[in-house]
């Protein structure tokens, strides 16, 4: 009764900015619940769900249900979610906000793509749409639904002029992008041999390739689990050479080379990655078999 007692008190408060404040200081997940659905559907009914109305859900990932441990009720759950609601809303709506300016140059724009996050957008929608089964009544949340419509077709437009300027730069300059020092020929030459990271008697160097992994399941869940177990230094964004079949992707990126430049200790092509890592890291054949162990596999190939 208590709970109830202090929602009537706050509800009338009409004022977005009130349940704004009102939501980031309550910690009862009855009440958190509540004023949420009281916030959306006041901002759908004044048409003011937008960048400006959601500035303050950008403090919501240190909001008390999710950092204190909390009474597990009927709504701890709801809440958490309508929070999450709100937080990806805020993102998406921040990072669109913001604008895309075109780059003239590949490397600043592979810079711009991972320190802007607009990577998470696609992922942050996806979050907002899952959350959004908990937002009552049922006539709200289908207003809801035609806005992360609307959202999602502002994203693709968004990511389609980023993917059109990587295009026109590298159509500009066809020749020059298969020499690009950003492209993933030259991961392993930046990042292990100009920095000297060499296997000795006591350590061993691993190379870790996930194909097809996206860049927001790296940040948001596999960099969080290995960051435990290794560390995780310098990030870098690389572009696989065309056409990015998954084979030609990563035995390019272990031979350091083009398809073209696969050759063995003969000079025969050769698509082997252990005599092309070795060629790579300036081993001979016999040493390459002592020092390098490259194993490949697929999720298939474990079930």
């Known amino acids: 009764e208590g709970q109830i007692a202090r929602l009537i008190r706050i509800l009338p408060l009409l004022k977005l900015e009130d349940l704004a404040r009102a939501i980031l200081q309550e910690k009862s997940p009855l009440l958190v619940f509540g004023l949420i659905n009281c916030f959306l559907q006041q901002a759908i009914d004044e048409?003011?769900?937008n960048n400006n109305s959601l500035q303050w859900a950008a403090e919501l990932p240190h909001h008390s249900l999710f950092q204190e441990k909390v009474l597990e009720t009927d709504f701890t759950?709801?809440?958490r979610q309508?929070?999450?609601f709100l937080c990806e809303l805020s993102y998406i709506e921040s990072r669109l906000q913001k604008g895309f300016q075109r780059q003239n140059e590949i490397a600043p724009l592979l810079d711009w793509y991972k320190?802007?996050?607009s990577y998470r957008l696609e992922l942050a929608h996806a979050r907002a749409r899952s959350a959004l089964r908990v937002i009552e009544p049922e006539e709200l949340r289908e207003e809801l639904k035609k806005?992360?419509?609307?959202v999602r077709e502002r994203i693709h437009g968004f990511l389609e002029d980023v993917d059109l300027n990587l295009s026109d730069l590298i159509?500009?300059?066809q020749k020059g992008f298969f020499t690009h020092p950003r492209l993933s020929t030259n991961v392993l030459r930046d990042l292990v041999l100009r920095a000297s990271r060499e296997p000795s008697d006591k350590t061993r160097l691993w190379i870790l390739i996930f194909d097809g992994m996206r860049l927001d399941t790296?940040?948001?869940v596999v960099k969080k689990a290995l960051s435990s177990l290794l560390e995780v230094s310098e990030e870098k964004l690389y572009l696989c050479p065309l056409p990015s079949y998954t084979d030609i992707a990563r035995t390019?990126?272990?031979a350091g080379r083009l398809p073209s430049e696969w050759e063995d200790y003969q000079g025969k092509y050769t698509s082997d990655h252990n005599i092309l890592a070795s060629r790579l890291f300036g081993l001979g054949r016999e040493e390459g078999k002592r020092k390098l162990r490259i194993v490949v596999g697929s999720e298939t190939d474990y079930g």
Do not use: C, I, R
């Open 218 to 220: 790296w940040e948001e």
């Open 171 to 173: 159509k500009k300059d």
């Open 82 to 84: 309508a929070l999450t």
């Open 252 to 254: 390019s990126l272990l």
């Open 47 to 49: 048409k003011s769900l």
């Open 147 to 150: 806005y992360l419509k609307e």
């Open 77 to 79: 759950q709801a809440a």
């Open 115 to 117: 320190s802007s996050g």
